[in-house]
């Protein structure tokens, strides 16, 4: 089945480390996105990416970071900097205009 | 400084009743306009969309309607059914969407009583 896919679902970390989120999507989509939320908040855009090897910083990219190796993958650090990591992730992925995004399940990040 | 504005934070309507949703924008460099619906801990599922050129779009029980000048659109849900119970967000972007960096609202939940 063609899709956007995140892992793990839930994932805990210690203050302090870095965290990995993972983002695969069979879609043969050229854009990936990252976005974060937070409760009462709406969804903000973290990275993204046009196409393999390119990305650009959205409006919250400060302590992450991202690779954009393979167009399938679209992986996001949480990186030690970022003040309060915390949130719910959800990536996604679009083929273009007209379409709009395509999410994955999210994951929820806890930094204890 | 919010660019997309969704003002009613949640909405309880009546099964088979319409349901009404609001969102409001300040960039007038908004050519496309999306609406998602989003579960508890799951990712939002696109719902409908309009393109700048339109200024009402149609999908089933759902209606997208546009008004440029207002710089205002909304969602209609007729009738609106339990299954419809959920968070709405409302998302606009430049450029017709191409660069899909959307811009969300903070949300609606709707809720629908049986």
């Known amino acids: 089945d063609g899709g956007i896919t995140q892992s793990p679902k839930y994932l805990f970390r210690k203050e302090g480390q870095n965290v990995t989120l993972s983002c695969e999507q069979n879609?043969?989509?050229?854009?990936m996105y990252w976005y974060r939320q937070d409760p009462g908040q709406g969804l903000r855009l973290i990275y993204y990416?046009?196409?393999?090897?390119?990305?650009q910083k959205g409006d919250i990219a400060e302590g992450y970071s991202v690779s954009r190796e393979k167009k399938e993958s679209f992986p996001l650090t949480v990186t030690s900097a970022q003040k309060n990591p915390t949130a719910f992730y959800l990536c996604?992925?679009?083929?273009?205009?007209?379409?709009?995004?395509?999410f994955g399940q999210g994951t929820r990040l806890t930094v204890v | 400084d919010q660019q997309v504005k969704q003002n009613s934070p949640s909405l309880s309507v009546q099964e088979g009743r319409i349901s009404i949703l609001n969102c409001d924008y300040t960039?007038?460099?908004?050519?496309?306009f999306l609406w998602y619906k989003k579960y508890p801990a799951e990712g939002p599922t696109f719902l409908i969309s309009i393109s700048s050129i339109k200024d009402k779009n149609e999908d089933g029980r759902f209606t997208v309607f546009l008004n440029k000048s207002a710089k205002h659109l909304s969602l209609h849900i007729v009738p609106s059914q339990p299954g419809d119970s959920a968070v709405y967000f409302c998302a606009a972007s430049e450029y017709g969407g191409s660069q899909g960096n959307l811009i969300f609202g903070k949300g609606t939940k709707l809720s629908v009583k049986p």
């Open positions: 879609l043969n989509h050229d854009a």
């Open positions: 990416s046009q196409i393999v090897n390119d990305f």
């Open positions: 960039n007038s460099m908004f050519d496309y």
């Open positions: 996604a992925s679009s083929p273009g205009t007209g379409y709009g995004a395509f």
